[in-house]
């Protein structure tokens, strides 16, 4: 059996195309395994917290050493962490706002990159990611553009390369993206973008 955590980072409600991938994907997934679970997050409509000054204080923290405040300021992080590392696949709806990702999601990120929770260093300096291995992420977005190699946009995709960054850092690498594109470029390129995806 395997455990799903589905997010959303879409403001809008029905209209969000990459709310309506990732919905169809998970409904698709459920019919042929029923047993599996999925939590879902809601970060378009229900945003976390951005991290603040007493948050900083905790996170660097040993967790021996904060007191009730620092307990308090960082719960909410906790929560997304386990809940993040409970999971062994991910399944993400994310729009691209000024080319990467939507603040919430950007305030997701923040909450469950943790020192010493999801990540630390090795001997050499270099970046460890403390997620169990074998875990893997299937990322819609929607664009109103078109960032496809070869495009005169494909170099603003700031959002493909920092998820891939941000999540390798954590320890998930097996990441697959399927981009809806051109989504306001005319009808007939957002429609063949649109079966392209759900076909994808
Ligand atoms: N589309 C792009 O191609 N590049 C952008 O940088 C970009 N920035 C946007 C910023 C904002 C604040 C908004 C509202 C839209 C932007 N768009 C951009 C268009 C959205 O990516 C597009 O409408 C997409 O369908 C939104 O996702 P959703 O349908 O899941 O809500």
Redesign the pocket.
Request: proline share 6%; with cysteine.
């Given at each position: 059996m395997t455990h799903i955590l589905h997010i959303?980072?879409?403001?809008?409600g029905d209209?969000?195309?990459?709310?309506?991938?990732s919905n169809r994907f998970i409904q698709t997934w459920k019919s042929f395994y029923p047993d599996d679970t999925v939590t879902y997050r809601d970060l378009?409509h229900n945003p976390v917290p951005h991290v603040d000054e007493k948050w900083i204080a905790a996170a660097f923290c040993p967790p021996e050493k904060r007191n009730p405040e620092l307990v308090d300021a960082i719960k909410v992080s906790d929560t997304l962490v386990d809940e993040f590392i409970a999971a062994d696949r991910y399944v993400f709806?994310?729009?691209?706002?000024?080319?990467?990702v939507?603040s919430t999601f950007k305030a997701y990120i923040d909450q469950i990159v943790r020192f010493n929770r999801t990540f630390t260093f090795d001997e050499a300096g270099q970046y460890r990611g403390l997620v169990p291995k074998g875990k893997k992420m299937l990322i819609f977005?929607?664009?109103?553009?078109?960032?496809s190699p070869g495009n005169p946009?494909a170099d603003?995709d700031y959002q493909e390369p920092f998820l891939r960054a941000i999540f390798g850092v954590i320890g998930i690498t097996d990441i697959t993206f399927i981009h809806?594109?051109k989504?306001?470029l005319g009808e007939e390129a957002r429609q063949e973008s649109l079966a392209n995806a759900r076909a994808e």
């Amino acid at each position: 059996m395997t455990h799903i955590l589905h997010i959303d980072a879409s403001p809008r409600g029905d209209r969000s195309i990459s709310r309506q991938l990732s919905n169809r994907f998970i409904q698709t997934w459920k019919s042929f395994y029923p047993d599996d679970t999925v939590t879902y997050r809601d970060l378009g409509h229900n945003p976390v917290p951005h991290v603040d000054e007493k948050w900083i204080a905790a996170a660097f923290c040993p967790p021996e050493k904060r007191n009730p405040e620092l307990v308090d300021a960082i719960k909410v992080s906790d929560t997304l962490v386990d809940e993040f590392i409970a999971a062994d696949r991910y399944v993400f709806g994310i729009p691209m706002y000024n080319f990467n990702v939507p603040s919430t999601f950007k305030a997701y990120i923040d909450q469950i990159v943790r020192f010493n929770r999801t990540f630390t260093f090795d001997e050499a300096g270099q970046y460890r990611g403390l997620v169990p291995k074998g875990k893997k992420m299937l990322i819609f977005t929607a664009r109103g553009g078109s960032f496809s190699p070869g495009n005169p946009s494909a170099d603003y995709d700031y959002q493909e390369p920092f998820l891939r960054a941000i999540f390798g850092v954590i320890g998930i690498t097996d990441i697959t993206f399927i981009h809806a594109e051109k989504l306001d470029l005319g009808e007939e390129a957002r429609q063949e973008s649109l079966a392209n995806a759900r076909a994808e």
